[in-house]
């Protein structure tokens, strides 16, 4: 009863149980596989320099020559301009420039730069910023804003 029974699990060696199994059943040999795989890589290669070529490199930021700003000269009648004229100026956007103008329209002329402040957005930094820009006051005799 010493006897070996055959595992199938146990891997086959060459010699025993008959022939090892076929590497590959596609019929090519070991310098065909290298000769392929060769080919494989210069065709990798070849289409990796096509789209660079078709692509180009990694874009770059583009820097723009930019001309600096110039201050703005002229001025605006604060009693007579409607909301575009006033959307120029620094600070000011669409908005405030309608609430300027509603003002005006609801209050009556602006007296002095101060009178800025009333309006919804003006603070005295940007009254005084704006006091430069602006001409029409009906009471000019009003010392400069303090920030």
Known sequence: MSEKIPNSRSPRRRGQDGPAPPAASCGLTVTDLGILAFLVAIGLVVAACRTYQTLGPAPQQIEFARRPQRPLEYRIDIN????????????????????????????????????????????????????????????????????
Request: charged fraction near 30%.
């Open 80 to 147: 007579r301009a409607e909301w575009p004229p006033l959307d120029l100026l620094p600070g000011v956007s669409a908005n405030m420039a309608r609430r300027i103008v509603e003002y005006r329209s609801l209050h009556g002329p602006f007296r002095r730069p101060s009178d800025l402040q009333k309006i919804q957005g003006i603070g005295p930094k940007l009254a005084g910023r704006l006091r430069e820009h602006l001409t029409g006051w009906t009471d000019e005799s009003e010392p400069p804003i303090r920030e």
